[in-house]
């Protein structure tokens, strides 16, 4: 791209394309003393659509670790699946 200030003046801007889809990143779910078993596989299910044993074993992994990644992806799909943890306030974190 090129900018033309005066006849004589020329500015040559160059322009990096970079788009979300390149920069993946992650949900990490954190464990809490209040939330059910049921009610996280539940919101997990929902959130990111995976399978019931898959929610299952996230928050299994969340109750012993403390934390777990239960998303990959691009950072708006992250954010919305965050969004939907949080309705029952869940403790997320989107790390990009």
């Known amino acids: 791209m090129e900018i033309k200030i005066d006849r004589n003046t020329k500015i040559k801007i160059e322009v990096e394309a970079t788009t979300e889809e390149a920069t993946l ?4 779910l954190y464990n809490d003393d209040w939330h059910t078993f049921d009610e996280v596989i539940t919101q997990l299910i929902k959130a990111t659509r995976c399978t019931f044993e898959e929610a ?7 109750h012993v670790k403390g934390r777990a990644t239960v998303f990959f992806g691009e ?10 943890l949080q309705e029952i306030a869940l403790h997320t974190e989107v790390v990009s």
């Open 56 to 62: 299952r074993n996230f928050a299994f992994e969340v």
């Open 25 to 28: 990143s992650k949900v990490v």
């Open 75 to 84: 950072l708006t799909k992250c954010f919305k699946v965050s969004t939907i």
